[in-house]
């Protein structure tokens, strides 16, 4: 038994967080003092993780919405024996160190989750727990409890000032997660100062009307009170719970604490020895005694932990081996053995089908042939899943109640949905999608983007693009959502053409483990397209020569290139044109990203350089230039859209035959 206080044990993360800001000149040291107590009595006392081992799948799940206090993580992770040096804390916020300047999952062992942007960490701990209790229901049997962990946040104020915060708790309410348990660092305090000018809200009141257990108002700051607080939270077997905790922000600083100016700005030296001195801390800078370190060392009993929890999984691997094979096939990520087969099954028999369908119903159709050899695949829709078409023959909907669920419906909650994927592609053992009209991604936008930082396997799938969506108007018509979601770094972005470029969108999604995919369809019929040939693997490149000029007519005068509803056009148009005896290639690029990340050798077999190129697709015209070496003009939508049926809008918007034979006798001039 240590003979150290837990309050000195609480007073070494205040010292790191000072001292770590102080030497990057950079970040925040509030959060961290106000919540080192809090810390203490989670960490020290609840939390169930191994050091050693940071991805056991045992482990209780740590974390930190309020991410601009990554110090206290990080010297939470330091103090307990994770591979994190102090050199490394010495490092914070800089080049490639491992202490970024907010959590980043996979830089900083131990980090669940990458944090910052307020509300989002709580948005991934309610898919890590809704996970969790769905991985437990399939797979745990009496006596053999392997999925058995809790998801625990901490949370300020900002997060809860955040839309997403309302969203995803009232989720969670619903879903009854009762594993999942919120510490709310109440400071009263942000950037701007005292909250009260801009945020009242009853907070108790707010988390009782989701379905939640709140527990307190407790003293912060008092590590026992903390501890029984705790206690009574994991004892819950039906709601969530919200902890409120009263803390002073900057905990320890004499000048400082309780303002805003602790809160985002080194405390500068002699604000630090009066710390230093008021807290009875009186070792140098980054120094910890070994007796502290001792006290705070969890290796030890986190392997004790683990070893407890494999030996129940070999119990369970002796008595059940055919479940316990498919769960680590599962968390591994891998897929079945049989999925290639059933993949080139799907391909073929859209091909066969040759039919002319929304490209929305071909995902429906792609997702009937695969979803039943993928039982990881999660599906979900905000509200939208009669028009999203996300739902399969077979899945078991999450609203009847039933924890075996393949289809979740998120109500209109787009922004917390696609936070909530997430959390469950971090957490493993599925394959997440979420679906809304392409018009809604803006709100999801966050969320998208820290899939992509995050490099998740998650499938974010929108219907209802372009002006072909028709009289809902300009509202609802995306003209610049295509090529914004192109622009985000690592993520796929997919506008296939029909039912055979859907099931090679849908199968290229799944297979990626490296980044989140976004699936583009239709709301209107599209033409099947009559390809020279239906290479699928040339599909998944991105980008392919759909069909060529006719065998003994030489090269092609022009290359009319397209994607998605676009490129059924383009068929048509090419008809037209080699009656005029104008030589056309059409070329599909169903994935920009993918296509731009082949070989060069590769993109020029399909664009011919010098050839030229006739680019169409109906949203903004912007990116496609870039694929001119040549000669280039583009068919696109650099305005808003109106307001009537979509036939009439593709012809007042230029996307008719006549306007693109136009355009191509302009071009070879």
């Keep these: 038994m240590s003979n150290v206080s837990a309050q000195t044990m609480a007073n070494a993360i205040r010292a790191l967080s000072m001292d770590a800001v102080q030497k990057a000149k950079s970040g925040h040291p509030g959060m961290p003092m106000g919540m080192a107590d809090i810390a203490t009595a989670l960490w020290s006392r609840h939390l169930r993780f191994n050091p050693t081992d940071p991805k056991w799948i045992g482990r209780d799940r740590f974390i930190l919405s309020n991410g601009h206090g990554s110090m206290l993580q990080y010297a939470l992770l330091h103090l307990t024996g994770y591979d994190l040096s102090m050199e490394d804390i010495?490092?914070?916020?800089?080049?490639?160190?491992?202490?970024?300047?907010?959590p980043e999952v996979d830089v900083t062992p131990g980090v669940e989750t990458t944090t910052g942007p307020l509300g989002q960490g709580i948005a991934n701990g309610v898919g890590m727990a809704l996970a969790e209790k769905l991985l437990a229901k399939e797979f745990n049997r009496e006596g053999f409890p392997v999925i058995d962990n809790r998801t625990y946040v901490f949370l300020g104020d900002g997060c809860l000032m955040e839309g997403i915060s309302h969203e995803v708790c009232s989720l969670a309410g619903v879903w009854g997660l009762n594993k999942l348990i919120a510490i709310y660092d109440d400071n009263g305090i942000s950037i701007d100062g005292d909250v009260r000018g801009w945020f009242r809200d009853d907070t108790r009141g707010r988390f009782e009307a989701y379905g939640w257990n709140v527990i307190g108002p407790v003293d912060g700051h008092d590590i026992d009170a903390m501890d029984r607080a705790i206690a009574e939270a994991k004892a819950s077997t039906e709601k969530p719970t919200l902890i409120i905790a009263k803390t002073t922000i900057g905990k320890g600083s004499p000048h400082r604490a309780g303002t805003a100016k602790v809160h985002g700005e080194a405390l500068g030296d002699e604000e630090i020895a009066a710390t230093r001195e008021a807290l009875?801390?009186?070792?140098?800078?980054f120094e910890i005694p070994q007796e502290v370190y001792d006290a705070w060392d969890h290796r030890k009993e986190g392997a004790r932990i683990e070893g407890?929890?494999?030996?129940?999984?070999?119990a369970y691997e002796?008595?059940?081996?055919?479940?316990?094979?498919?769960?680590k096939r599962r968390l591994a990520g891998d897929l079945p053995a049989n999925w290639d087969s059933v993949v080139l099954d799907a391909i073929a028999a859209a091909a066969e089908a040759a039919e002319t369908v929304a490209t929305r119903k071909a995902s429906q159709k792609a997702l009937n042939a695969l979803a039943p050899a993928l039982p990881e695949l999660l599906g979900g829709s905000a509200d939208l899943t009669g028009s999203n078409l996300t739902n399969w023959s077979g899945s078991v909907s999450l609203n009847s109640g039933d924890f075996l669920a393949r289809h979740i419906s998120y109500g209109v909650r787009e922004f917390g949905m696609s936070a909530i994927l997430n959390g469950i592609a971090l957490y493993g053992g599925f394959i997440p999608y979420g679906a809304t009209f392409l018009t809604f991604s803006d709100y999801s936008r966050?969320?998208?983007?820290?899939?992509?930082?995050?490099?998740?396997?998650?499938?974010?799938v929108f219907t209802h693009d372009s002006i072909g969506l028709g009289e809902d108007g300009p509202t609802h018509q995306s003209v610049e959502h295509v090529p914004s979601l192109r622009l985000i770094p690592d993520m796929d972005v997919w506008r296939p053409a029909d039912t055979v470029e859907t099931v090679v969108a849908w199968a290229s999604a799944i297979e990626r483990r490296d980044g989140p995919s976004s699936l583009i369809f239709t709301r209107q019929n599209v033409p099947f397209i009559d390809r020279d040939e239906v290479d699928a693997d040339a599909i998944a490149m991105g980008g392919y020569v759909a069909a060529d000029a006719p065998a003994g007519a030489g090269e092609a005068d022009v290359i009319l290139l397209a994607t998605g509803s676009e490129v059924g056009l383009a068929m048509a148009?090419?008809?037209?044109?080699?009656?005029?005896?104008?030589?056309?290639?059409v070329v599909s690029i169903p994935c920009t990203n993918r296509f731009d990340r082949q070989s060069r050798e590769y993109r020029e077999s399909v664009l011919t350089p010098g050839?030229?190129?006739?680019?169409?697709?109906?949203s903004k015209s912007d990116l496609w230039w870039k694929y001119f070496s040549g000669k280039g003009d583009v068919l696109g939508v650099d305005r808003f859209g109106e307001s009537a049926p979509a036939k009439?809008?593709?012809?007042?918007?230029?996307?008719?035959?006549?306007?693109?034979i136009a355009k191509v006798e302009n071009l070879i001039k």
């Design 573 to 585: 148009a090419r008809a037209e044109l080699t009656a005029r005896n104008i030589q056309v290639r």
């Design 446 to 460: 966050n969320a998208l983007r820290m899939s992509a930082l995050m490099k998740q396997r998650v499938i974010n």
């Design 611 to 618: 050839t030229p190129v006739l680019a169409m697709e109906a």
């Design 648 to 660: 009439i809008l593709w012809d007042r918007f230029g996307f008719t035959v006549e306007n693109v």
């Design 318 to 327: 002796a008595e059940y081996p055919e479940l316990a094979a498919e769960l």
């Design 308 to 314: 407890e929890w494999q030996k129940l999984f070999a």
């Design 280 to 285: 009875g801390w009186t070792h140098p800078p």
């Design 90 to 102: 010495k490092n914070f916020r800089q080049l490639h160190s491992k202490t970024p300047g907010h």
